[in-house]
T-cell receptor, first 112, second 116 residues
Framework: AQRVTQPEKLLSVFKGAPVELKCNYS??????LFWYVQYSRQRLQLLLR??SRESIKGFTADLNKGETSFHLKKPFAQEEDSAMYYC??????????????FGSGTQLTVLP | DSGVTQTPKHLITATGQRVTLRCSPR?????VYWYQQSLDQGLQFLIQYYNGEERAKGNILERFSAQQFPDLHSELNLSSLELGDSALYFCASSVEGLAAGWGEQFFGPGTRLTVL
């Protein structure tokens, strides 16, 4: 089975402070991991994916296979980063077709 | 708008009723996915269609069904509705379906269903 765990439902940081949103996964194969973001009253959109190793809006995430983690980080949070963040894993559970499994999400609030 | 569209935006109905949610994928996308987002369950994958055929099933109740039509739009049918079915229902689309893709899905704005 594939599972994604985001231990923090809510996270608040002050503007300019570093932020880290935690994500741990469980998957027997080689995972593909993503971060999706949902700004207030907007649709979910892809923020970044581990295979591209890119930085989007100052966010980065490194896949740590040893710790089965894919934490999202940003050195200096901005108020416009306030949103719901979902970690997601693309895998093939039990021989079925590839599926995207989402974590429960972390609501990030950046305080002025 | 060439993105994923969903209708209606809001739906209010009573227990025991049946509703149909509609989704039009992005132009060129063959796969359609349905998700349910509720406060207590988070974002749950329901079902996927690829080019008209069911591809994968997630946590979809037997009271729910879906289909994808030749023009690739999809409908999610929810019947014998219960209070607990109140949620935001998202549709997403992507290009890949049969091959192992890299998982980017494009989401619609969702349909908010309220069951009274």
């Amino acid at each position: 089975a594939q599972r994604v765990t985001q231990p923090e439902k809510l996270l608040s940081v002050f503007k300019g402070a570093p932020v880290e949103l935690k994500c741990n996964y469980s998957y027997s194969g080689s995972p593909e991991l993503f971060w999706y973001v949902q700004y207030s009253r907007q649709r979910l959109q892809l923020l970044l994916r581990h295979i591209s190793r890119e930085s989007i809006k100052g966010f980065t995430a490194d896949l740590n296979k040893g710790e089965t983690s894919f934490h999202l980080k940003k050195p200096f949070a901005q108020e416009e980063d306030s949103a719901m963040y979902y970690c997601a894993l693309s895998g093939i559970p039990s021989g079925s077709a590839r599926q995207l499994t989402f974590g429960s999400g972390t609501q990030l609030t950046v305080l002025p | 708008d060439s993105g994923v569209t969903q209708t209606p935006k809001h739906l209010i109905t009573a227990t025991g009723q049946r509703v149909t949610l509609r989704c039009s994928p992005r132009s060129g996308d063959l796969s359609v996915y349905w998700y349910q987002q509720s406060l207590d369950q988070g974002l749950q994958f329901l079902i996927q269609y690829y080019n008209g055929e069911e591809r994968a099933k997630g946590n979809i109740l037997e009271r729910f069904s879906a289909q994808q039509f030749p023009d690739l739009h999809s409908e999610l049918n929810l019947s014998s509705l219960e209070l607990g079915d109140s949620a935001l229902y998202f549709c997403a689309s992507s290009v890949e379906g049969l091959a192992a893709g890299w998982g980017e899905q494009f989401f619609g704005p969702g349909t908010r269903l309220t069951v009274l």
